[in-house]
């Protein structure tokens, strides 16, 4: 059995790659997922926008019998090159079997919400289909490498900008001695991590469960053993800041805040917006000033058990201590914007009264991901922002 397994695709055709598959919500506002909608009629988006599970299963079968989606008769791979302006990235697009999931060959990192589990599971179950991959990482191979290199000299099937303003190519593999090379490498890697995508992980891990008490002639080997990943190697998945933003200033005046804070942070004003380039630094901003922040003092060693992580630090020294900010997971309070929408977001939410104050974070390093799988803990909420991200629909996965 291999660690990872080609398989057979439902992909749109090349005419309609770019209006079926969708990005990740977050980069979208609701006007322009409404407006992309109603110019797309067979785009995903129409599938996941119908409350009726009825609906839903219509739409996405209506795709298939109008040939907009079309099945691969062939097992294979998907090299993926996610392009933007300053950053590219390119994996394989295959299976893995949740197995693997179960015994630690495919780590994660975040805790699980049972109720976001929950709404995933009734999506794949509907239909009867994994739309988008598990975005994975893996520990660098340079044979693998190699082999993508030659590979991606040759045209795309696909090439297209998509809604995340992200360039997306990928080329089909189903050259049988390619595909055993791809698995054969695969199998000396042994090992992925979870990047994106831990809660439709532990949905396709209940799906199977229920699947396999349905089916009294179960072997293991059937589709619904197997979910769909994308897989890029470590050194070039890219982690973004994920940044606060806080709505008061729990009481404080801004001068009486700024002064409570210089007892354990060194606070300088800065003439633009700050973003930090190193650990324990921290941008900060209020009252139409940015700030930068340092710790005064070192914290002590392995205040969090396994590595103080700049979130932790801001949390414990500042954000819980001098804003009463409690679990950040349930504290109203707080809000969190990702780092690919710039320091500027965080300004024009303060200034337009959205926060009182904002913080700028370093990000979260790759190494820092890896440890706390590899010690099976979840690392702290909202610590982790991939971009850019796989699309959905651009290869799906069905189970029949």
Not at 14 to 20: D, T
Not at 60 to 85: A, G, P, Q
Request: overall charge positive; some cysteine.
């Amino acid at each position: 059995m291999y660690f990872i397994n080609p398989f057979k695709g439902l992909r749109p055709t090349v005419e309609k790659a770019s209006s079926v598959s969708i990005a990740s919500s977050d980069h979208l506002s609701k006007d322009i997922i409404s407006e992309y909608k109603k110019k797309n009629k067979w785009s995903y988006l129409n599938v996941f926008a119908e409350k009726d599970n009825t609906k839903s299963k219509e739409q996405f079968e209506l795709m298939k019998k109008n040939s907009i989606l079309e099945k691969d008769s062939t097992d294979s791979f998907y090299i993926y090159k996610i392009s933007t302006k300053n950053h590219s990235q390119v994996g394989i697009v295959g299976t893995a079997k949740l197995s693997a999931y179960d015994n630690l060959h495919i780590r994660g990192h975040e805790e699980i919400f049972l109720e976001r589990a929950q709404k995933r599971l009734k999506q794949m179950d509907n239909l009867n289909a994994q739309i988008g991959p598990i975005y994975v990482i893996h520990p660098d191979n340079k044979e693998l490498d190699e082999l993508i290199k030659n590979e991606i000299t040759n045209k795309p099937t696909y090439s297209f900008n998509a809604m995340d303003d992200c360039n997306h190519e990928m080329w089909i593999i189903n050259d049988k001695n390619k595909v055993i090379k791809i698995c054969d490498l695969f199998n000396t890697i042994n090992r992925i991590y979870i990047a994106d995508g831990h809660h439709r992980m532990e949905a396709l891990s209940k799906l199977s469960a229920f699947k396999k008490h349905q089916n009294p002639n179960h072997t293991g080997e059937e589709r619904y053993n197997y979910f769909m990943v994308a897989i890029f190697p470590q050194s070039q998945a890219r982690l973004l800041d994920y940044n606060r933003l806080i709505k008061d200033l729990y009481g404080y005046s801004v001068k009486d805040f700024i002064k409570v804070i210089k007892k354990k942070f060194l606070i300088e004003k800065q003439k633009s917006s700050f973003k930090p380039k190193k650990p324990q630094t921290f941008g900060m901003y209020v009252d139409k000033q940015w700030y930068s922040l340092e710790l005064k003092e070192k914290p002590e060693a392995n205040l969090f058990h396994i590595i103080n992580l700049d979130i932790n630090l801001l949390h414990y020294y500042l954000l819980e201590p001098i804003l009463g900010i409690g679990d950040s997971r349930y504290d109203n309070r707080i809000d969190f914007l990702a780092g690919f929408h710039g320091l500027d977001a965080i300004q024009k939410k303060v200034d337009l009264g959205e926060a009182k104050v904002g913080f700028a974070l370093f990000a979260t390093q790759m190494e820092n991901v890896i440890s706390f799988a590899d010690k099976k803990l979840n690392m702290p909420p909202k610590s982790t922002w991939f971009d850019p991200k796989p699309l959905d629909g651009l290869v799906a996965y069905d189970f029949e």
